[in-house]
């Protein structure tokens, strides 16, 4: 795109979702933005981002659909998937269960642990495809 890590932000509530694409940007990295699941798989596959930040409170579709059809697929396979998962969620249940995510955050947003997790994927990713060149 412009030589910046391309980050998928699929996030349900609006607000939010200016407040990460504005944030991100003073991070270095450009954004796509959706509140859709349906459009997130679509944007996935024509765009192929560095890196997904996916709310698992989607309404329109659930984020388990959204992931299952991202890993399937072959273009959107290998793509970190960061959950966003809201605070009140992980304390009510311990137990929950982030099948195929490679990574999570919390919401409200720290914005120092989303750079960090962001930073160590999109660092991870550039080691992976440095080493196979």
Do not use: W
Request: proline share 4%.
């Amino acid at each position: 795109m412009n030589g910046k890590p391309l980050i998928l932000v699929v996030e349900h509530n609006l607000h939010d979702l200016e407040l990460l694409n504005s944030h991100l940007g003073i991070l270095n990295f450009s954004c796509i933005c959706t509140k859709q699941g349906v459009r997130a798989v679509m944007l996935a596959q024509t765009h192929q981002p560095d890196l997904i930040l996916l709310d698992t409170m989607l309404s329109n579709s659930s984020a388990n659909q959204v992931i299952n059809e991202l890993k399937h697929n072959s273009k959107t396979a290998t793509i970190p998937i960061i959950a966003v998962i809201p605070l009140t969620v992980v304390q009510d249940d311990e137990s929950t269960t982030l099948t195929g995510f490679d990574d999570c955050i919390t919401k409200p947003y720290d914005f120092n642990q989303l750079e960090v997790v962001i930073s160590r994927h999109i660092q991870f990713q550039n080691l992976s495809i440095q080493y196979y060149k």
